[in-house]
């Protein structure tokens, strides 16, 4: 791994803006919910940063409505093909409609639990940025894979579709996600999380320019705290989080909105 790692640095640091979003997963109430967004509400995020947060179906039209304009809102997936008999599932056509700018594609537990393909990552992908949506695209590995040392191949299978359906990688953040520190309190460490980021940096430079490679957001997910983040967010290839758990607690998710603010980096 460690030569690898030598042939991405090298390429070049990002130059992209800081990305926080947050994942609320299948929890909450209508209670927990306007609890949470009123703690967003209060907390102050830096201006220079976008910050994305994902509610449940049922609740999006009511976050989008009430949460402040500091916040944009996400759809947790979307359908890979435009309205039609798919009964249970929502279109990128739908959320384009409702006002919903973001979608995630290609999360972990959706490819675990509900059998998604890369494939069927790249085609959703696809379909939502060609109905105007801009794509949190996920992707990772088990620990496994990892151990059978079966990392970067991994990877590559997931970007590979991606490369082949995606025209306009500007509307696209990577979110790397490795499996095995999905809710799981693990961590990768920084340097772990940025070997992996340096990665994906060199084959978005290998298919797509050194330009365009520095301007994509890759973002980590996997047990991101408000007590692991300012670190996190010193690496050169990291630029930003995928946030779980954590996003469900407003004062912890603001702090991390904050990883990169002076203050923070000085702790």
């Not at 070049?12 to 703690?39: I, M, P, Q, R, Y």
């Not at 340096?198 to 007590?227: F, H, W």
Request: aromatic content about 8%.
């Amino acid at each position: 791994m460690a030569s690898l790692l030598n042939l991405a640095r090298g390429m070049g640091a990002s130059s992209a803006k800081f990305f926080v979003g947050g994942n609320w997963k299948c929890n909450g109430t209508h209670a927990s919910v306007e609890k949470l967004v009123a703690d967003l509400n209060a907390g102050e995020v830096p201006s220079d940063i976008d910050v994305v947060v994902a509610p449940p179906f049922i609740y999006i039209d009511w976050v989008r409505a009430n949460i402040k304009s500091a916040y944009k809102v996400a759809a947790q997936n979307c359908w890979s093909k435009p309205d039609g008999a798919y009964t249970g599932e929502i279109s990128a056509e739908m959320l384009k409609d409702a006002g919903v700018p973001w979608v995630v594609t290609g999360h972990s537990e959706r490819r675990l639990l509900l059998g998604e393909s890369s494939g069927t990552v790249g085609l959703k992908t696809a379909h939502a940025l060609d109905v105007g949506l801009s794509v949190i695209a996920c992707i990772g590995e088990t620990l496994e894979q990892r151990n059978a040392g079966n990392l970067y191949t991994t990877i590559d299978l997931q970007l590979q579709p991606l490369f082949e359906n995606v025209k306009d990688w500007s509307r696209v953040v990577l979110a790397y996600e490795p499996v095995w520190a999905i809710g799981t309190g693990v961590v990768a460490t920084p340097a772990q999380a940025q070997e992996v980021h340096a990665y994906v940096r060199k084959a978005l430079t290998d298919r797509l320019g050194k330009t365009a490679a520095q301007s994509i957001r890759v973002i980590y997910g996997g047990s991101v705290t408000d007590a692991n983040c300012n670190e996190l967010a010193t690496q050169e290839d990291i630029d930003g989080f995928l946030v779980g758990g954590a996003s469900l607690k407003g004062e912890a998710f603001v702090r991390i909105c904050n990883a990169r603010a002076p203050a923070a980096v000085g702790k």
